[in-house]
């Protein structure tokens, strides 16, 4: 009797584990939490805020600024960037043609730029000096030369 229980107690443990996993990979399409939010890769320059790359001031949010990137084989926009020391930023990057990589060197933001996707992070500035945004995902014969900097003053 005791074993009956036991028995399905572990198969309903097993059926809500692969539905959890059956509903994250289908549903939420298995993509980080960075990355859920659409953009019309063909149309990214005219799309808010991807028509004004660069550092703004945001007021009434969670975070000081919004920093957008726009990235296309083989560079970012904006090429460099000074962001004040201690500034809270909303990095929002996406791409206009292939996959790219968004790393920033020497910080924990690493995010994958897919098209037709927006990736965000928020992070915090707290240290000053030059930080260097590399490509991390293999995007073409240019893939090596691809970076952007960040100042921290
Ligand atoms: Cu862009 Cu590698």
Redesign the pocket.
Known sequence: KLEKIWLIFGISCLIIFLTTVGVSAFYLGNKPPSCLTTIDSEKVDTTKPFDKPGLHKVEGKEWDYELVYV?S??SYNPAKVEVPLGAKVKVIATTKDVI??FEVAGTNINMMLEPGYISEYTTTFDKAGEYLIV?N???GSG?HL?FSKIEVV
């Open positions: 990235a084989a083989f790219h990589g490509c995902e293999y995007c893939h691809m």
